[in-house]
């Protein structure tokens, strides 16, 4: 697919949709949700295709996968299944048309040299619909693989800094060039072809910390981010736009996280959900995750672990949208009436919500005036 350079053909730049929308965690086996049910994500490839295929015919903007090494034990190993997001993204971008693919690079894995150049690769082989998740690194057991120890929290976004500038040289500036930088060096430095995004692909950060957030705000087109409710979601969305836009004179989209669960019934919905969290949810696999997040969680967070432990299981952190299909459009109309420019969704079974949301939501969130 060939197109002209320089224009904009990422759709998260393209899209005239009031509220975006992407896919999020369809490369790690279980998706988002913490339970062990026999419809959940098993990560083979054809589940892949199909899955990426059935969002791009159902308008979705974009693919986002989680960047993931191991499981979190437990009853279901949660996600320890996974595809490598970069050679994914360069497989789905092959076999999509429209929908963008994302992946996901934790920093202290890749060199950017490496980096810069199938960020290129992915971009032409999607005709520019390739797209960066800059993670700095969090979650030490997946890092201390790499023989590498985890650096202090906000040491870990200067290192991001430093590779994302060299990136962006290497994706810039033509012929050969020197660079220095206070973590990469790498005399001689050279990449062609250039990404068909100008002057780069689309860039995504998910980092909420105040560090996390001012990367977002000067490097980011995308901040996705994380909150108990879209009222926090809208907060941060406010706080990090205009940081963008009064200390970097930049634009930034702000994408919120929601995971659903529909049925004829509110009541049914609501006891779906309370199934798959309370009767097959991984409990002690949320508890390894939150105390790699928090460590020694339930002390830490007392009366409140349940609750949260209970949402990571639903979704995986997200913002439920559980109810009749008016309510789950109700409540996607909510995030973009506080201000956010998308969500990502994630479902039990990815290929009945898919399904699902191509024929019954779709219509009425373009009556809803939210898609076109
Ligand atoms: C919505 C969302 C998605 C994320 N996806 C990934 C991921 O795929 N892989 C990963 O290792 N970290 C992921 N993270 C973790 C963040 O990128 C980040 O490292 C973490 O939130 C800690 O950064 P902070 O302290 O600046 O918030 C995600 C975070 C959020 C909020």
Redesign the pocket.
């Known amino acids: 697919m060939t197109t002209e350079a320089g224009a904009a053909t990422h759709p998260l730049r393209t899209s005239r949709n009031r509220l975006k929308l992407g896919v ?1 965690g369809l490369n790690v086996s279980h998706g988002c949700s913490m339970t062990d049910r026999p419809e959940v994500l098993k990560v083979t490839w054809p589940e892949s295709v199909r899955l990426a295929q059935l969002a791009d015919r159902a308008g979705f903007e974009a693919l ?5 090494w191991k499981g979190m034990g437990g009853r279901t190993n949660f996600n320890h299944r996974n595809f490598e ?1 970069f050679t994914w993204a360069a497989g789905l971008s092959a076999v999509t048309q429209r929908i963008s693919v994302f992946a ?1 690079f ?1 920093v202290p894995t890749v060199h950017p040299v490496r980096a810069a150049k199938e960020v290129a690769t992915i971009d032409h082989i999607s005709g520019g619909r390739f797209g960066l ?7 030490e057991r ?1 890092i201390g693989m790499f023989g590498l120890p985890q650096k202090e ?1 906000d040491a ?2 200067d290192v991001a800094d430093d590779w994302l500038e060299l990136c962006r040289q290497l994706w810039t500036r033509e012929g050969e060039f020197d660079y220095a930088g206070p973590y990469f060096t790498s005399p001689g430095a050279y990449s062609e072809p250039k990404p068909i995004q100008r002057p780069h692909p689309v860039i995504m ?9 001012q ?1 977002a705000a000067q490097n980011a087109d995308l901040n ?3 909150a108990k409710d879209v009222a926090g979601c809208a907060q941060i969305a406010a706080r990090g736009k205009a940081l963008a836009r009064e200390k970097y004179g930049r634009e930034m989209q702000v ?1 919120g ?1 929601a995971y659903v669960v529909c049925a004829e019934t509110e009541k049914e919905a609501k006891e779906l959900e309370r199934r798959y969290v309370h009767e097959t949810g991984d409990w002690t696999g949320v508890r390894n995750l939150l105390d790699v997040l928090i460590p020694n969680s339930q002390s830490a967070l007392g009366a409140g672990w349940e609750a949260f432990a209970a949402n990571l299981i639903a979704g995986y ?2 913002i439920p949208l559980v109810g009749t299909a008016e309510q789950i459009v109700d409540g996607m109309k909510a995030f973009a009436d506080a201000g956010l420019d998308g969500i ?1 969704l994630s479902w039990v079974d990815y290929g009945a919500g898919l399904e699902h949301f191509e024929t019954v939501l779709l219509p009425m969130l373009r009556q809803a005036g939210l898609r076109e």
């Open positions: 999020f986002i996968p989680v960047a993931r997001t996901t934790h998740n800059i993670v700095a690194g969090w979650n997946e929290h870990r976004y950060s998910a980092g909420n910390s105040a560090r996390g957030q990367f996705f981010v994380i994408f996280q952190g997200a990502t």
